[in-house]
């Protein structure tokens, strides 16, 4: 399996490609990671150094990828934070040559805007950009709560409500979704959950909540994780269930470390030998 992966990039510490690659390298997937900014470390640190790289500089290195023959072999196409719309631009233009080569080839949206406790964090334009047109172009999409919201233009603060959310961005384009961080009224206090949507049904699952500090990266690993659990079993109960119990592993080792980074390396078998699994329920 191959995968292309495109998102930013960080020297130190695990957002982006540097959350994403290492997971789906770990459960065998061969990943061609190509970067749309190369920073020393997240932003959220409040100084960083490095570089943005612009929408031409990312075509310019899948052009590269695409002149030794392998876009026909790529199995899916993986993207996160957008920082500009070019960067936008550059990767539907990815996705477009990946399915000319291979028509059986998926596109996986993270579609990165913000979350409920920052609110709106990437520049304007970019998430009417996402809703425009990253996700009808995607077959599967992974937003946070906050995304949901914010795309569907609806509140999902029940399980009813999210699900009537989730469908009407399905119906902008992407057959498979999968929503993370979620909270609604039937969600206890110590617990947070997952729900997938594909084909008119919906999955739930459920794990305890951690007591971790704010840690960034999570999105970008469970995306991966998910897109390679789905291109595995075709099933998106089955690949909820198989990233949800990796994800909770990650962020359990991270918390007991108290790590402001995530525990990728230290953490890693729980991506091929999850330490608990978490049931799923039809909802």
């Known amino acids: 399996m191959k995968v292309l992966s495109i998102q930013s990039h960080v020297a130190y510490g695990h957002v982006g490609n540097s959350s994403a690659v290492f ?3 770990r459960l065998g997937v061969e990943v061609w990671p190509v970067h749309t900014v ?4 997240h932003t959220g640190y409040g100084q960083w150094r490095g570089r943005v790289f612009d929408g031409p500089a990312v075509e310019e290195v899948v052009q590269g990828v695409a002149e ?16 500009s719309a070019d960067i936008g631009t550059a990767i539907l233009r990815t996705v477009a040559a990946v399915r000319a080569a291979n028509r059986e ?9 913000g979350d409920t406790y920052s609110g709106v964090y990437v520049r304007p334009g970019i998430a009417d950009f996402m809703r425009s047109q990253a996700v009808p172009a995607a077959d599967i999409l992974t937003p946070n709560q906050f995304e949901l919201d914010l795309i569907s233009d609806a509140p999902s603060d029940t399980l ?7 469908a009407s961005v399905q119906a902008l384009g992407p057959r498979v979704l999968l929503v993370t961080s979620l909270v609604t009224a039937e969600t206890p206090p110590d617990a947070i959950d997952m729900m997938a949507a594909e ?10 909540r951690l007591d971790l500090k704010a840690v960034s990266g999570a999105g970008d690993a469970v995306a991966a994780l998910y897109l390679v659990h789905y291109l595995r079993t075709g099933s998106a109960a089955l690949a909820l269930g198989m990233a949800a ?3 909770h592993g990650l962020l359990r080792r991270t918390a007991e470390a108290g790590s402001d980074e995530l525990l990728t390396v230290a953490a890693q078998e729980e991506f091929v030998a999850p330490s ?3 049931p799923v329920e039809i909802v």
């Open 68 to 83: 030794r023959g392998a876009l026909k072999e790529c199995n899916a196409v993986l993207s996160g934070y957008m920082g």
């Open 38 to 41: 190369q920073f020393s470390n």
């Open 245 to 247: 119990a990796s994800i």
């Open 105 to 113: 080839a998926l596109y996986c949206c993270d579609p990165v805007i």
């Open 276 to 278: 608990a699994a978490f």
């Open 160 to 166: 009813k409500a999210a699900k009537a959310a989730a």
């Open 199 to 208: 084909g008119g049904s919906f999955w739930r699952v459920r794990t305890p």
């Open 23 to 25: 997971p789906m390298q």
